[in-house]
T-cell receptor, first 111, second 122 residues
Framework: SQQGEEDPQALSIQEGENATMNCSYK?????LQWYRQNSGRGLVHLIL?????REKHSGRLRVTLDTSKKSSSLLITASRAADTASYFCATVSTGRRALTFGSGTRLQVQP | DAGVIQSPRHEVTEMGQEVTLRCKPI?????LFWYRQTMMRGLELLIY????????DSGMPEDRFSAKMPNASFSTLKIQPSEPRDSAVYFCASSIILPPASGGTRLVNEQFFGPGTRLTVL
């Protein structure tokens, strides 16, 4: 079964609105990371949150982590058309060194 | 730094041909990862290396796939013979994985991805 499932699969909002994406995972983790992928490009790291952290901010990004529910959320505030991309969560399971990626959320921000 | 470099960016080949994808990781990174991305299966880890040694190749789909890392600055992913179902975008990524602190666990940090190689097998 796939570690890291994003919800929703697709999200369309207007510029200026907030976008919230959720991620659920199955095993104990070391950390959880969020990545962004523009169409036709490689993935770009956005933010990393460790298993002992509950919330982290970076610019317009806010990430929360609830290890008891095995879930995380990514909030993009005041979205811009340039935020249009696919967003992936990735987990590092305890004892492993590799990331396991979810299926991603496709975000469309309408200007 | 130029980031992770992959070549070629696009490859179109016929079924049965050998395909070699190349990757140059970021200098100083000690771990390298090969991924495959398709619409149906998403992003899949194929294999990763730490200090040039393959650590986990359980994601390699078949014996037709092989990967090498002869030195810290170069890796190849080879498919021989290629099949149409191998058509995908192949990404290479590198990162720094720190050894565990005393009594601790390894620190797995962010990965830096290359632009990918779009492979089409006809």
């Amino acid at each position: 079964s796939q570690q890291g499932e994003e919800d929703p699969q697709a999200l369309s909002i207007q510029e200026g609105e907030n976008a919230t994406m959720n991620c659920s995972y199955k095993t104990s983790i070391n950390n959880l990371q969020w990545y962004r992928q523009n169409s036709g490009r490689g993935l770009v790291h956005l933010i990393l949150i460790r298993s002992n952290e509950r919330e982290k901010h970076s610019g317009r990004l806010r990430v929360t982590l609830d290890t008891s529910k095995k879930s995380s959320s990514l909030l993009i505030t005041a979205s811009r058309a340039a935020d249009t991309a696919s967003y992936f969560c990735a987990t590092v399971s305890t004892g492993r060194r590799a990331l396991t990626f979810g299926s991603g959320t496709r975000l469309q921000v309408q200007p | 730094d130029a980031g992770v470099i992959q070549s070629p960016r696009h490859e179109v080949t016929e079924m049965g041909q050998e395909v070699t994808l190349r990757c140059k990781p970021i200098s100083g990174h000690n771990s390298l990862f090969w991924y495959r991305q398709t619409m149906m299966r998403g992003l899949e880890l194929l294999i990763y290396f730490n200090n040039n040694v393959p650590i986990d190749d359980s994601g390699m789909p078949e014996d037709r796939f092989s990967a090498k890392m002869p030195n810290a600055s170069f890796s190849t992913l080879k498919i021989q013979p290629s099949e149409p179902r191998d058509s995908a975008v192949y990404f290479c990524a590198s990162s720094i994985i720190l050894p565990p602190a005393s009594g601790g666990t390894r620190l797995v940090n962010e990965q830096f991805f290359g632009p990918g190689t779009r492979l089409t097998v006809l």
